[in-house]
């Protein structure tokens, strides 16, 4: 998922990987906010994916649903509990 550009396919270990603004309701313009905030720095929870990439509530349940984001922790908060 990390590796994907926001327009351009590309093949991975023999399999294609494809962009970001191919996911259902991901547009181009959160698919290029994707990538440029990701080659800054590594996204850390989907807290900080939604606030630097400036992505809406809508576009992070599509990236849940396609499981583009089940690596990432909900927030960079640590639960003592």
Not at 15 to 29: N, R, V
Not at 58 to 72: N, P
């Amino acid at each position: 998922m990390w590796q994907s550009e926001a327009t351009k396919f590309k093949i991975i270990d023999d399999e294609i990987l494809p962009p970001f603004a191919a996911l259902q309701g991901l547009g181009l313009t959160a698919a290029m906010n994707i990538v440029e905030a990701r080659s800054i720095k590594e996204f850390t929870s989907v807290e900080d994916l939604r606030l630097r990439a400036k992505l809406s509530k809508t576009v992070i349940e599509g990236l849940r649903e396609h499981g583009t984001i089940a690596d990432l922790p909900e927030t960079d908060q640590l639960s003592l509990f």
